[in-house]
């Protein structure tokens, strides 16, 4: 199978549109179960939370997004492979993101990046662009920011902010970014930018105006215990780890595992 491409996905734009499928992927398992269904693989940096148990996405590295962005290249061939910039390796300048996004794509055969922030980014969206990295930008509730926000509530509930938001999301598409991800706004904001950019916006607990969605697969899958409103479960595979776990424990403590069908026995 052939790729997505940046400007097929590109061109997916408005009330016409059919919505892009955007999930996140750490793993190549979970991108090969993934890929079928969606347009775009996420290797989102909050692979810290999920998969290390850290308390923010502010110490993820380079080498942690490269080792899990490979992974999901590995595990398909069908969605745009797009990697987070991890907090440290693009706010800089615009050379220190393209030194940050070229290794990101050299090492894993991802086709683009995603960062986080406004018009303060925008001069390096379009360096990164025009040079050749397509940019997904990320405006509204930025995670790396947190310790500048304070916490992971919803942004743009002044009308001071939500300006603010607007015209970032604005300042991204206009540098050159091939989507934009809106995410934890009033549902007012994600509407306008969505209306006003050229590009797909992407929304998570924005709004169904957004031209695609996106969620952190673990969460809608029901394996990671934080809930934000944004998130709908649409299984619940911590309850059915724990019960087979359960299962599993039961029968080695009651010697019902290993059975004659699981072992080996010398030819006779
Ligand atoms: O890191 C992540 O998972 C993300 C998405 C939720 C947009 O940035
Ligand atoms: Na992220």
Known sequence: AKRLTVPALRARKGADAEPLVMIT??????AQLLDPHCDVLLVGD?????????PSTVPVTL???AAHGAAVVRGSDHALVAIDMPFGSYEASPAQA????????????AAAVKLEGGEAMAPTVRFLTERGIPVIGHVGLTPQAVN??????????????AAKIVADG???????????VIEGVLEPIAIEVTDRVACPTIGIGASA????????????????????RFVKR??????RISAAVEAYAGEVRSRAFPAAEHLYQPRV
């Open 234 to 239: 649409y299984e619940d595979l911590a309850g």
């Open 98 to 109: 393209f030194e940050s996004a070229a290794r990101l794509l050299k090492e894993t055969g």
């Open 63 to 65: 080498e942690m997004m």
């Open 25 to 30: 992927a750490y793993t190549a398992r979970m």
């Open 46 to 54: 909050s692979l810290a939370q999920v998969i290390y148990g850290l």
């Open 170 to 180: 604005v300042a991204i598409a206009e540098a050159g970014a091939f989507m934009v």
């Open 148 to 161: 500048l926000l304070g916490g992971y509530g919803a942004r743009g509930r002044s009308e001071v902010e």
């Open 209 to 228: 105006r957004c031209d695609g969605q996106v969620l952190v697969g673990e969460d809608m899958l029901g394996l990671f215990d934080r809930t934000a």
